[in-house]
Each structure stands twice: as structure tokens, then as C-alpha cells.
């Protein structure tokens, strides 16, 4: 192996086909990331999620805490701060505007991050999909092998991710406890649901329960345990 190669692969080039991709898919609150975590904590996946790339671009657009997009209390309740006009970025408050869309209107968390999405994606939809996958390679490249995707879908996304080689398993967590969304948010295309799953669990009961049902999937069942230090 060449210098240059051992400086970009220091752990070697991947075997995509060795590697594992994860992907979980449902609908808001029904346990995607307790799901994943069953799997970083048991199987030491590295966990990443396509709003993680969104939630950066908002934090830097409004100057805000990226805490404030997490906040499970707060996600759905419109706030002050994530008005359009507190945007710093011009082409999005004139975005919003020729949308006929309020600018001093305060915003919840969600809404602001499927109008920004909406908005980073309008003229190259892999946006996200890019940046993660990037992401994803580099995890690989560093000599993880298995990782998790929190919350994938957009068919883009999965067409991406099925791109890079490896074996990839999409699951559907349901549960009656999801999240009821507002008007302004539930029929937003992130909303629509529309990827066909490889399989289905069941989020009714504990969090135990949820990781046992994770943990018992046929092809995560044969992976040796390695536990997080």
C-alpha cells in the first residue's frame, strides 16, 4: 500500500461487504433512538442521524444552542427564537417569504428543521444524504464496522446508503405511543413514511423490552456481544 492510501485508510481500505449498516425508520417518538442505542451499547455501533447534519446548520443560522432542537419538552412548541426573521441567512427568510410565510411567527423545533431541510434540498436533494454517507465511509475508514442510523426517511437517503456497498438493514420500530404532530408539521414529506422496511418491532413496553426485541433480530443476533468499555 502506497503512503498516500495508508495515510487515508490507517486502518486499511474497508471490506464493505464485512461492514453493517442499520437503519431505523417510524414514525416521531415511536423509540428509534433507544433502539439504536440497544445496539451501540451492546454491539459498540457507532449511532449517527441524518438530523444531526441539519441541526448544525440551523444551530450556526440562528446563533443558537443546538441543545434548544433535542429537547424532547420543547421540540413541538413554537418558540420566539426560531422565528424566520431571526435567521441569519437571507436567502432563507427570502425563501420563506416568497412562500407567503410568516417572518416574526415564533416556530417549534420540527417546523423549523423540515423548512430548513426543505430549503438546503431544493435544488440538490442529497443534501443530507451526501453528508452523512461521508460521514458513514469515514466511520468505516477508521475501523468501525457497524453503524446505526437513527432516523432514516427520505428514499434519497436510502438509495444512498445502499450505494456504499454494504449490508444494509432497514428497521421499522411502531408504537402507539408516538408522537401526535401539529397541524403545521405532520404532513411535511419527512412525515409521509413511505420506505418499505426489511423488518418490524414493536415499541409497547419498556425500554428493556425494546432492546431485547432489537437484540433478538436474526442478524444481530449472530453478531458477537462487544460491550461499550
Not at 70 to 93: D, N, S, W, Y
Not at 207 to 224: N, T
Request: net charge positive; hydrophobic share 45%; proline share 6%.
Amino acid at each position: 500500500m502506497s503512503a498516500v492510501a495508508s495515510a487515508a485508510w490507517p486502518f486499511g481500505r474497508p471490506d464493505y461487504a464485512k461492514c453493517l449498516i442499520v437503519a431505523f425508520t417510524g414514525r416521531t417518538g415511536a423509540g428509534k433512538d433507544s433502539a439504536a442505542k440497544a445496539l451501540a451499547d451492546v454491539h459498540n455501533f457507532q449511532t449517527i442521524a441524518f438530523a444531526d447534519a441539519l441541526r448544525r446548520e440551523i444551530s450556526a443560522a440562528w446563533r443558537i444552542d443546538e441543545r434548544m432542537l433535542t429537547h424532547r419538552p420543547t421540540k413541538e412548541l413554537p418558540l420566539p427564537a426560531l422565528a424566520v426573521g431571526m435567521c441569519g441567512e437571507p436567502a432563507f427568510i427570502s425563501w420563506c417569504f416568497e412562500s407567503g410565510l410568516s417572518l416574526h411567527e415564533p416556530r417549534s423545533p420540527r417546523w423549523t428543521m423540515q423548512q430548513w431541510a426543505s430549503y438546503q434540498r431544493r435544488y440538490r436533494p442529497e443534501h443530507y444524504a451526501a453528508i452523512v454517507t461521508g460521514w458513514v465511509r469515514r466511520q468505516f475508514g477508521t475501523g468501525f464496522r457497524h453503524v446505526a442510523i437513527t432516523d432514516l426517511r427520505d428514499p434519497i437517503e436510502h438509495a444512498m446508503l445502499t450505494a456504499l456497498g454494504a449490508p444494509l438493514h432497514i428497521v421499522r420500530v411502531h408504537s402507539s405511543r408516538a408522537i401526535r404532530l401539529a397541524e403545521d408539521t405532520a404532513h411535511h414529506s419527512s412525515e409521509r413514511h413511505q420506505l418499505q422496511a426489511d423488518h418490524d418491532i414493536q415499541n409497547e413496553g419498556s425500554l428493556d423490552a425494546l432492546a431485547e426485541a432489537v437484540l433478538g433480530l436474526p442478524f444481530i443476533a449472530a453478531l458477537p456481544a462487544r460491550r461499550r468499555a
